[in-house]
């Protein structure tokens, strides 16, 4: 079974933190994905990695930023935590698309981050 | 522009009912439907994965149809429980698009 790990369930934090949320994922997957959830705005896509190093801004990239060092671990960054970056936070991944199948997303258990 | 809606937004059912969430897609471009269930404050969890040359797939209790030409999926639940209560989620992809555009979600709530 993919296994995707997320590094925190909830984390309180203070307007200008730097915030770091970890994800990991244990099954070689290329493609990592951070999303936001807010209640009447549904998924919302932050980044996208490729693969190591890779990265594409998502539909709201604005006040984050990420990392891809290692295949299997993905990093979003609030460089300046704002209250309106309160949210739960998902992490995804999934294998890179071959020929003519896409593969499914597989999501972490999320990261309630609330920002006071 | 691909977008995802799903109706009805919330559904209360008794348990023992055989039910339908209903899941429709815009552009028929769309090359893979996923099916996801969410409890309440959890992430997602996959139910069923779709490719665009498949009609259906199964698993278990649940069966998930694609019809690119309607622009819908639907996903059957039989003999629903009260630990299938859950949001259930589509989303989709487009032919060459990295992207998976989700639904809004169906609350389902099955009573004892």
């Known amino acids: 079974d993919v296994k995707v790990t997320q590094s925190s369930r909830y984390l309180v934090k203070r307007t200008g933190e730097k915030v770091f949320l970890e994800c990991v994922q244990d099954m070689d997957h290329e493609n990592m994905f951070w999303y936001r959830q807010d209640p009447g705005l549904g998924l919302r896509l932050i980044y996208f990695s490729y693969d190591v190093k890779m990265k594409e801004k998502g539909d709201i990239p604005e006040g984050y930023s990420v990392s891809r060092e290692k295949k299997e671990r993905f990093s979003l960054i609030l460089e300046s935590a704002s209250t309106n970056q309160t949210s739960m936070y998902l992490c995804?991944?999934?294998?890179?698309?071959?020929?003519?199948?896409?593969?499914?997303?597989?999501f972490g258990p999320g990261t309630r981050l609330t920002v006071l | 522009k691909q977008e995802v809606t799903q109706i009805p937004a919330a559904l209360s059912v008794p348990e023992g009912e055989n039910l339908v969430l209903n899941c429709s897609f815009t552009d028929s471009a769309i090359y893979n439907l996923q099916w996801f269930r969410q409890d309440p404050g959890k992430g997602l969890t996959s139910l069923l994965l779709?490719?665009?040359?498949?009609r259906e797939q199964t698993s278990g209790r649940l069966n998930a149809s694609l019809d690119k030409s309607s622009g819908r999926s639907t996903l059957y639940i039989a003999a629903s429980q009260p630990g299938d209560s859950a949001t259930y989620l589509c989303a989709g992809r487009n032919t060459g698009g990295f992207k998976t555009i989700f639904g809004a979600g169906t609350r389902l709530f099955v009573k004892a």
């Open positions: 995804a991944s999934r294998q890179r698309d071959r020929g003519r199948t896409y593969n499914e997303q597989f």
């Open positions: 779709i490719q665009s040359s498949q």
